[in-house]
């Protein structure tokens, strides 16, 4: 049910129920219970982290190039994985601002800002917010996305990246997948925070925060700057045995799963009930409020250095306080 108070409401044109609730995992003491449950509202029904598991599962068994062609860096095989990101990365975000923000289907319901994206800005390239994500998007985005996973892919064929199969360890090759999840909200964190070191921020970081009022183009709507730091979770994989599915999922989840969880809503309704989660507030927070909630919900780095905006009044009021 959603709740609103006077100033929330006044901030928001629809609030979910708060305080926002991060993974449990990290909680003391440990609630092995709240654990499980949230394991399977995240792993068990449909949402976005299985998306980006099928994506990964298509694009390795039928669009992913041999590992012959691999060894040596040809035109042909580059051009594969960069077409078929782009493909995916513009089909789901594609999908998602057509059923949301052209068609309406669902209207307001469940949309944290009330008001539609910029059509006339001068602040957006192109005077339309849409459009200059989707430039950004499309092309940095898709470019970096595409040359992180070319690097592993090739040196892996080299030896340089340890690999795992489903035989071997098929408790590890499972358990991975939501590792994959917890490492992205670390090194999310920390390169977040560097983005928002005012250097670094006017060069860069600023071009994302264009976006006050997020639509699923702004998800990785970045400068090159920061798609060069936001992919580098990327390289993890030349250090934890990894197979190729693990490293596309991780692809996917940091393209395709910016998309879905900047979507501006907080969930799909099918037949007047929500059942598919997709934007969270707790990083819609960031976007309204900026010095807040550099991580995600999956891990407790803002809570631990005090950056963590949990949706109350009481927050915006401690958040506004704080320098950067």
């Keep these: 049910m959603a709740t609103v108070t006077s100033n929330r409401g006044a901030q928001f044109h629809y609030t979910p129920e708060v305080p ?5 995992l990290f909680d003391w003491p440990p609630n092995l219970i709240e654990y499980a449950k949230w394991l399977v509202n995240s792993w068990l029904k449909f949402s976005g982290y299985l998306l980006c598991v099928l994506l990964a599962a298509i694009a390795y068994f039928a669009f992913h190039p041999s590992q012959a062609a691999m060894t040596s860096l040809s035109l042909g095989w580059i051009a594969q994985i960069w077409l078929r990101n782009l493909v995916i990365v513009f089909s789901v975000a594609g999908l998602l601002h057509l059923y949301f923000c052209m068609l309406k289907k669902q209207g307001r319901e469940l949309k944290y800002e009330g008001r539609d994206q910029d059509r006339n800005s001068k602040t957006h390239d192109f005077g339309n917010q849409v459009l200059d994500n989707m430039f950004w998007t499309l092309g940095s985005g898709v470019f970096f996305l595409s040359a992180y996973e070319v690097l592993y892919f090739w040196l892996s064929t080299k ?4 690999t795992l199969t489903f035989a071997e360890n098929p408790i590890w090759f499972i358990v991975l997948f939501p590792l994959i999840t917890i490492w992205s909200s670390i090194h999310f964190y920390w390169v977040h925070r560097l983005l928002h070191w005012p250097p670094l921020y006017r060069v860069a970081h600023a071009l994302h925060h264009r976006n006050v009022n997020i639509g699923p183009w702004s998800g990785i709507s970045m400068h090159p700057i920061e798609h060069v730091l936001y992919f580098s979770t990327l390289l993890i994989h030349f250090v934890i045995a990894s ?5 596309l999922f991780h692809v996917y989840f940091q393209s395709v799963g910016a998309a879905i969880s900047h979507t501006g809503f907080e969930g799909l309704k099918i037949r007047g009930k929500k059942r598919v989660e997709l934007g969270t ?4 927070l960031h976007h309204k409020h900026f010095k807040c909630n550099y991580g995600n919900i999956e891990s407790p780095w803002d809570r631990w250095f005090g950056s963590y905006h949990d949706g109350t ?7 506004r306080k704080r320098k950067w």
């Design 20 to 24: 926002v609730k991060l993974n449990p």
């Design 159 to 162: 030896g340089y990246a340890p």
């Design 243 to 247: 197979h190729p599915i693990h490293v």
């Design 281 to 284: 507030f707790f990083h819609q």
């Design 313 to 319: 009044d009481a927050a915006t009021k401690r958040i």
